[in-house]
């Protein structure tokens, strides 16, 4: 697809994503029953583990991203990366927060130190802040990039460790839900939705940075070429 073509979509979309969300909001607060335990608290986990997944779904991305580059050096894959990793990083703090605003009703704790879910989730945060924060004080250039990608390609290592660490050690998380059909159907479909349209929130919200690091660059490229025509 052109630049022209991309744009075109994005207009399109982005309002759709939006849509999505207010019909996920819909679903949570409305038509979702509460849980028979937990009451309405519960309905932190849509949106929760919704931001879970689509920060494993960015990280992933960060990965191939970061490993096309290695293998090409080819900007438009350092740029996906990046972008990826931005995004990324907004949704695990998302996932931290809604966790933490959940655990302090139903463990009486907004953290607790020690708990193999919680600390490897932190530690991804930390990961990709660190990531972002290698691309914004490091020279622009082929080095940096080449970094960064290795920070990203290893950092993707904690996104198994945070998914299965439920089933690795005693925390205080529960056991995979989706995995045992424990949801009931409204439950089920509330969250199929509330996922799906988070994902695609966070596409929108990736092909957006995306864009503007495009436009960034060229920009750059251009000034390049008006200051040696200059010199010359």
């Known amino acids: 697809m052109t630049d022209a073509q991309i744009d075109r979509t994005l207009r399109y979309v982005a309002p759709l994503s939006v849509l999505a969300l207010l019909v996920s909001g819909y679903l949570i607060f409305i038509y979702a029953p509460p849980d028979a335990i937990e009451g309405n608290v519960q309905r932190i986990f849509y949106l929760h583990v919704s931001a879970a997944i689509v920060a ?46 959940w655990g302090a009703s139903a463990w009486g704790t907004y953290w607790q130190w020690g708990d193999a879910r919680l600390d490897s989730t932190l530690v991804l945060w930390l990961i990709y802040a660190a990531y972002l924060l290698l691309r914004r004080v490091a020279a622009p250039g082929r080095g940096a990039a080449r970094l960064a990608a290795v920070v990203g390609i290893v950092g993707c290592v904690d996104i198994p460790i945070v998914h ?69």
């Open 56 to 101: 494993y779904t960015c990280f992933g991305v960060v990965l191939v991203g970061s490993v096309l580059y290695l293998w090409r050096e080819r900007r438009w894959s350092d740029r996906l990366a990046r972008s990826s990793a931005q995004v990324g990083l907004i949704f695990t703090t998302v996932c931290l927060v809604m966790g933490s605003l």
């Open 164 to 232: 299965f660490s439920v089933l690795w050690w005693r925390t205080l998380h529960p056991g995979p839900v989706l995995e045992t059909g424990a949801l009931p159907g409204s439950m089920l479909l509330t969250f199929m939705v509330t996922m799906l349209s988070v994902l695609l929130f966070a596409a929108v919200l990736t092909a957006l940075r995306y864009r503007i690091d495009e436009l960034r660059e060229e920009a750059g490229d251009l000034r390049a070429i008006t200051d040696a025509l200059r010199v010359a």
